[in-house]
């Protein structure tokens, strides 16, 4: 049973730069939420996808969007990056329908912004 | 707006002590309180508490919630290097789909 699986693992991108970044939810699950993770600070929420809706919503700027996809998958978009966005992403899934909705994490994706 | 915090924000023991880790919070319509621990990239989960005054236990950790203070502790006895980690402490409350996390504590353990 394949877990929270995320990639790239680590990526470099220059400041005014575009980048995506992908997550496969746990099976059976089938919500995905997206965390960032600044160096030595807890995550912060981006917003939260369930039946390719954006339904929830953190305090990012437009920048970030993101989208759900039928196999429930799912992609941040990050667009004219800063160095501020450099960070590890979480994804995170879980199961709508799951009253004790418990959360899996991804191992993240390192995201420098040189 | 959801606040966690957690102390000591890090903690450095010797392998055998036994620590406790704190965790407040301010959160409208509460649902339930999460912790978590994080070694090098995914948290990974330990514990949610929905109820006030019961403990959960899972090997040599344990923790409760404390409704009416607003706060839970989360304890490790008899400590091992695998113990150190980042541990993060999480909210979530009824009609909001996420989580609310402190910046965690730093747990070093000393062999």
């Known amino acids: 049973d394949a877990g929270v699986t995320q990639s790239p693992t680590h990526l470099i991108k220059t400041r005014g730069q575009q980048v995506t970044l992908r997550c496969s939810p746990k099976s059976g699950h089938d919500t995905v939420s997206w965390y960032q993770q600044a160096l030595g600070q807890g995550p912060q929420f981006i917003f939260q996808y369930y039946e390719e809706e954006e339904r929830q919503r953190g305090n990012f700027p437009d920048r970030f969007s993101g989208h759900q996809f039928p196999n429930y998958s799912s992609e941040l978009n990050v667009n004219a990056l800063l160095l501020g966005d450099s960070a590890l992403y979480l994804c995170a899934s879980s199961r709508m329908a799951d009253p004790n909705y418990g959360y899996t994490f991804g191992s993240g994706t390192r995201l420098t912004v040189v | ?111």
């Open chain 2, 1 to 111: 707006e959801d606040k966690v915090v957690q102390s000591p924000l890090s903690l450095v023991v010797h392998e055998g002590d036994t620590v406790t880790l704190n965790c407040s919070y301010e959160v409208t319509n509460f649902r339930s309180l999460l912790w978590y621990k994080q070694e090098k990239k995914a948290p990974t989960f330990l514990f949610m508490l929905t109820s006030s005054g019961i403990e959960k236990k899972s090997g040599r950790l344990s923790s409760i919630l404390d409704k009416k203070e607003l706060f839970s502790i989360l304890n490790i006895t008899a400590t091992q290097t695998g113990d150190s980690a980042v541990y993060l402490c999480a909210s979530s409350n009824f009609g909001n789909e996420k989580l609310t996390f402190g910046t965690g504590t730093r747990l070093t353990i000393i062999p």
